[in-house]
């Protein structure tokens, strides 16, 4: 399994790229839009190990920056652009909580 990588295609599925995350963790949700800016969501639910959750790219997927750590684990993530994400999951830990996130950057 190759954790923190993604798969890239810019021609329909013809050919195919991979790109490392800066991370290791497995990608658990990913949100990309036409132009290539995206968010890649990954595990995070062992609260005795908690780091980075939610990472962003500009460029396709080619470099990435953290946005979101701490205790959350996000599973899912919707958007209508990069500004408007929405994300579900949970926040680890004894007992663990439900998680909605709302991203409003504009």
Known sequence: MAY????VTEDGGASWRLYQLPTQRAVKALWFDQLGRGYAAVENGNYLKLAESLFKTDNGGKSWKIVLSGAKQISS????????????????????????????TE
Not at 77 to 100: E, K, N, Q
Request: aromatic share 12%; charged share 10%; proline share 6%.
């Open 4 to 7: 923190g990588k993604i798969l």
């Open 77 to 104: 993530l919707f958007g209508l652009s990069t500004v408007r994400i929405w994300g579900a999951g949970f926040c680890p830990g004894i007992p663990s909580t439900d998680l909605i996130f709302l991203s409003n």
